[in-house]
């Protein structure tokens, strides 16, 4: 898809966030939902998405959600330092099939990184199941409220 086109309301994101399909929870608020990727590349991989918007990428939401959203991204990798001790953090969102975005909602990936440990592919890594993620969840919550 291209970096321009309608949004579709019927997105895997859309249809989490309308609670059609399941999530791994780890931090919601009236701007923002932080979920597990259940493509994760590492262990630890999070998704922060706005809420109430129709931004298929970075470049559609309306600037005044800009900030917001990335105080959430802080705010949820500072979690998954202190709930995970990785060694490092990637930060990653993608615009258009060409830039890597598979999904047509704008997010953001929170991915904790391990010293000799590489990441899996993006979307590549195999699926994982919510006994899987949600210890993780649980460790990334408990850091976010502390």
């Not at 309308?18 to 009236?30: A, I, L, R």
């Not at 932080?34 to 998704?47: A, I, K, N, R, T």
Request: aromatic share 6%; proline share 6%; net charge negative.
């Amino acid at each position: 898809m291209s970096l321009e086109g309608q949004y579709d309301r019927n997105n895997i994101f859309a249809k989490i966030m309308k609670g059609e399909m399941p999530c791994v929870k780890v931090y919601e608020d009236d701007a923002t939902l932080v979920f597990m990727d259940v493509f994760p590349q590492s262990e630890g991989h999070c998704l922060v998405i706005p809420k109430g918007v129709d931004s298929r990428n970075l470049v559609d939401l309306p600037a005044e959600r800009i900030a917001g959203l990335f105080e959430r991204v802080q705010k949820t990798t500072r979690a998954v330092i202190k709930g995970l001790d990785p060694d490092g953090v990637r930060i990653m969102q993608f615009n258009g099939t060409a830039g890597g975005q598979s999904v047509f909602h704008l997010h953001v990936h929170v991915i904790p990184c391990w010293e000799g440990k590489p990441l899996r592919p993006h979307g590549e890594g195999g699926m994982r199941g919510a006994d899987e993620l949600q210890p993780l969840a649980d460790k990334i919550a408990a850091a976010m409220e502390a």
